[in-house]
């Protein structure tokens, strides 16, 4: 197995088709769902700019038959996805700072460290996660954007690379050995999955804990939550296909819990096999996981969300008749699967609306004329509905923006289109 690379074959330019299962080499791949040629999340024109040539690449989900990966059937050069100035940073979303805080927490309570111990986080960011460990233990981030800078001015040592072997030796000779390391919501992201996890076994030390986060496989089933796969996103795991990869490395799945970041990830601790007890909740997710993810799972699936495409189009179609006034709200990566795959312009959807400071205001959403302005326009503007983009965090936005001032209606998109009435209505 460990000299299984993932085999690729040679696509345009830097991309590369899937023609095997990146976990287990497997062939048997069954086509989930298409969401369309999309464009790269970040390219986006500035407002006024003439459209011109632009990149979009097919998203389509696979799913192994032996291991129950999900995967992408296009591996997009991450030199296009990710440049040097790739503009997302993990800190500006409370969940996800309030979820480190926690991990924090757990990690403490079931596998207490020394203060000379060293966590490393893999995909580190500007060091949110870290900086829940920096004032107990040693600390180390290896980043390849710039957003690492954040990080060293918070005091927090990180190398500005991407996580290869390279990166792995600086990081050990170093500091040494890590006993934890962390890769949250990266995992879906990087291309040779196999070389990642030789190069996680050759930084974590013989009695360490590997802890990964990804976007959950079957969250996304059950929300109906594709406007979560873009191509940033290799892969969709289940704990059935982690575990097979682990496994295959020889680390073993100790403890695994269903968590709520992304619209619902899984938080998975491993170690080299046997050294830690394996907890319940690995067969109790497990068998749920045997029972859930079915043929018919995946069908309903593909049928539910072409159903929310029509209905949304539907509702939007009715508020347009009217000669009514919608305005995106967020303008998170998935807005933007959202919009390319349902379809919606400038001339549906006015605008899309970001909180100031938002490096995307100023620019277009990928793929269309729709520009992204700043959120006051909401309240000035006050346009009969707004569209919740982050609308996995409906509950939270709404009583906020009503708060505020907003006298309108909101429209949920998904899992089935839906109007929230505001305090006008
Ligand atoms: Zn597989």
């Keep these: 197995?460990?000299?299984?690379?993932?085999?690729?074959?040679?696509?345009?330019?830097?991309?590369?088709?899937?023609?095997?299962?990146?976990?287990?080499?497997?062939?048997?791949?069954?086509?989930?769902?298409?969401?369309?040629?999309?464009?790269?999340?970040?390219?986006?024109?500035?407002?006024?700019?003439?459209?011109?040539?632009?990149?979009?690449?097919?998203?389509?989900?696979?799913?192994?038959?032996?291991?129950?990966?999900?995967?992408?059937?296009?591996?997009?050069?991450?030199?296009?996805?990710?440049?040097?100035?790739?503009?997302?940073t993990s800190g500006t979303t409370k969940i996800l700072r309030d979820n480190f805080a926690e991990l924090y927490q757990e990690v403490s309570k079931l596998y207490p460290m020394g203060k000379q111990d060293l966590v490393v986080d893999i995909g580190s960011n500007d060091g949110t996660l870290l900086s829940n460990f920096q004032p107990h233990h040693r600390d180390h981030g290896i980043e390849p954007t710039n957003a690492?800078?954040?990080?060293?001015?918070?005091?927090?040592?990180?190398?500005?690379?991407?996580?290869?072997?390279?990166?792995?030796?600086?990081?050990?000779?170093?500091?040494?050995?890590?006993?934890?390391?962390?890769?949250?919501?990266?995992?879906?992201?990087?291309?040779?999955?196999?070389?990642?996890?030789?190069c996680v076994l050759d930084l974590?030390?013989?009695d360490g804990i590997f802890i990964s986060e990804s976007h959950y496989w079957l969250a996304l089933l059950e929300t109906l939550q594709y406007d979560t796969i873009y191509h940033e996103h290799?892969?969709?795991?289940s704990?059935?296909?982690?575990?097979?990869?682990?496994?295959?490395?020889?680390?073993?799945?100790?403890?695994a819990k269903r968590i709520p970041t992304h619209g619902g990830s899984i938080r998975v601790y491993a170690a080299r096999k046997g050294k830690l007890p394996v907890h319940e909740s690995v067969s109790a997710i497990l068998a749920t996981e045997d029972r859930e993810l079915t043929d018919k799972k995946l069908a309903d699936f593909r049928h539910d969300v072409v159903r929310s495409k029509l209905e949304l189009y539907a509702l939007l179609a009715d508020i347009?008749?009217?000669?009514?006034?919608?305005?995106?709200?967020?303008?998170?990566?998935?807005?933007?699967?959202l919009i390319n795959y349902v379809g919606l312009d400038d001339g549906i959807l006015d605008c899309v609306l970001e909180i100031k400071g938002s490096y995307?205001?100023?620019?277009?959403?990928?793929?269309?004329?729709?520009?992204?302005?700043?959120?006051?326009?909401?309240?000035?503007?006050?346009?009969?509905?707004?569209?919740?983009?982050?609308?996995h965090i409906a509950d939270e936005l709404i009583p906020k923006l009503t708060a505020r001032g907003f006298k309108g209606d909101y429209i949920v998109p998904l899992p089935r289109p839906r109007i929230v009435k505001g305090k006008g209505g």
């Design 239 to 255: 704990l059935t296909s982690l575990k097979y990869l682990l496994e295959a490395h020889g680390l073993e799945v100790v403890r």
């Design 234 to 237: 290799l892969r969709y795991y």
């Design 1 to 88: 197995m460990s000299d299984n690379k993932t085999k690729l074959a040679a696509g345009t330019s830097g991309s590369v088709v899937v023609e095997h299962c990146q976990v287990c080499q497997g062939t048997d791949l069954d086509p989930v769902f298409f969401a369309g040629y999309l464009p790269p999340v970040n390219e986006m024109p500035a407002i006024g700019s003439q459209p011109h040539e632009q990149p979009a690449y097919p998203a389509q989900v696979l799913r192994c038959r032996r291991c129950h990966l999900a995967q992408l059937g296009l591996v997009v050069d991450p030199a296009i996805l990710f440049p040097p100035t790739y503009p997302y």
């Design 148 to 198: 690492g800078n954040l990080a060293v001015e918070r005091g927090i040592s990180t190398l500005t690379s991407f996580f290869n072997r390279a990166a792995v030796e600086t990081t050990v000779k170093a500091h040494g050995r890590a006993k934890v390391v962390t890769a949250t919501n990266v995992f879906a992201h990087m291309e040779d999955i196999g070389e990642i996890m030789r």
């Design 320 to 337: 347009h008749a009217r000669g009514q006034k919608v305005y995106g709200v967020g303008a998170p990566s998935r807005a933007s699967t």
């Design 204 to 206: 974590l030390d013989e």
């Design 360 to 391: 995307k205001i100023g620019k277009y959403i990928p793929g269309t004329l729709i520009p992204v302005l700043e959120e006051s326009r909401l309240f000035e503007d006050q346009p009969a509905y707004a569209l919740l983009l982050s609308w």
